[in-house]
């Protein structure tokens, strides 16, 4: 299980260190596939510096947890998807739902849920097997 779980987690990170360096690379494209639009230079700063940091923290966090195998080292990762899924819970809710609103919801609920889980099953201090 604990294999299985770590490798999980380095998929995620390898899932979201793609996205990170998309959005440092090419924020405008990286911007398109999430339904954002770039309309000034201060807005493609803010996509390059604050999208490519949230998946680069997560990936560092995920990457770093699998590898020690210990749950705190994932809590950055879950307070950064945690609170993005909330917040598109909170849309959902206030103005209801849109194309393809499943799949970016649905990869945020799995990275928590697998987060979740390894935190589960490793508490603070497990040693690797």
């Known amino acids: 299980m604990h294999v299985i779980l770590s490798a999980i987690l380095l998929a995620l990170a390898i899932l979201d260190l793609v996205l990170g360096t998309s959005f440092l690379v ?24 604050d999208m490519t940091a949230f998946f680069y923290v997560t990936a560092f966090s995920l990457a770093f947890g699998a590898w020690k195998r210990r749950a705190e080292l994932l809590l950055p990762a879950l307070g950064l998807f945690g609170i993005a899924l909330t917040g598109r819970f909170i849309n959902l809710v206030a103005q209801g739902p849109y194309d393809g609103w499943l799949v970016p919801m649905g990869v945020e609920a799995f990275h928590c849920l697998v987060i ?14």
């Open 26 to 49: 090419d924020p405008a494209s990286a911007a398109a596939d999430f339904g954002l639009s770039i309309e000034t230079t201060h807005g493609e700063s803010t996509l390059r510096g």
């Open 116 to 129: 979740l889980i390894a935190m589960r099953n490793w508490g603070p201090r497990a040693k690797a097997v």
